[in-house]
T-cell receptor, first 114, second 112 residues
Framework: SQTIHQWPATLVQPVGSPLSLECTVE??????LYWYRQAAGRGLQLLFY??????ISSEVPQNLSASRPQDRQFILSSKKLLLSDSGFYLC?????????????FGQGTRLTVV | AQTVTQSQPEMSVQEAETVTLSCTYD???????LFWYKQPPSRQMILVIR??????QNATENRFSVNFQKAAKSFSLKISDSQLGDAAMYFC?????????FGKGTLLTVNP
């Protein structure tokens, strides 16, 4: 069966520090991968998605970047965190056969920038 | 931007009663799918129900059913016989061209 791992679960970082959140998927190949951010009391904002290795689509211009160095690995990064980067970050995957399959989500990372 | 709109930030329902959560969406695609997800306090996202846009028949999953009005771009979720465990944030989502776009969510409270 497929599983998705996202870590860390919680993170407190000072303003200006770098960020690296990692997500890996097991039990499937060539998944679509997604990073979402959920601000307090708000919906899920799509940040990045990837349909293959090295293929990254950015939805919102911002302080963050994403990379997909391996088929089932998706990394969210920042060189210098801002206070506004605080939030709940969710990684998700879906099967690569298009739009008809649902997304499966990781447990999320609660990031607090202080 | 193609959006998903949930006009009800909060809803409440009595246990065993029925509640309907609203969702409208915008799309220029002919091939797309619609989903309702549930996010309980644990914040784990759970798929509730899925609807293919090319199907006219409304999807049903046990106590959960949808009212899909394609022309109106409306996709509401009906929860029958509400249970305390149904209390959660509910998100409507549209999938097209590999992108999954979510609404802002509706917080459902179930009163005993």
């Amino acid at each position: 069966s497929q599983t998705i791992h996202q870590w860390p679960a919680t993170l407190v970082q000072p303003v200006g520090s770098p960020l690296s959140l990692e997500c890996t998927v097991e039990g499937t190949s060539n998944p679509n991968l997604y990073w979402y951010r959920q601000a307090a009391g708000r919906g899920l904002q799509l940040l990045f998605y990837s349909v293959g290795i090295g293929q990254i689509s950015s939805e919102v211009p911002q302080n963050l970047s994403a990379s997909r160095p391996q088929d089932r690995q998706f990394i969210l990064s920042s060189k210098k965190l801002l206070l506004s980067d605080s939030g709940f970050y969710l990684c998700a995957w879906s099967a690569s056969r298009g739009s008809g399959t649902e997304a499966f989500f990781g447990q999320g990372t609660r990031l607090t920038v202080v | 931007a193609q959006t998903v709109t949930q006009s009800q930030p909060e809803m409440s329902v009595q246990e065993a009663e029925t509640v309907t959560l609203s969702c409208t969406y915008d799309t220029s695609e002919s091939d797309y799918y619609l989903f309702w997800y549930k996010q309980p306090p644990s914040r784990q996202m759970i798929l509730v129900i899925r609807q293919e846009a090319y199907k006219q028949q409304n999807a049903t999953e046990n106590r959960f059913s949808v009212n899909f009005q394609k022309a109106a771009k409306s996709f509401s979720l009906k929860i029958s016989d509400s249970q305390l465990g149904d209390a959660a944030m509910y998100f409507c989502s549209r999938g097209s061209n590999y992108k999954l776009t979510f609404g802002k969510g509706t917080l459902l409270t179930v009163n005993p």
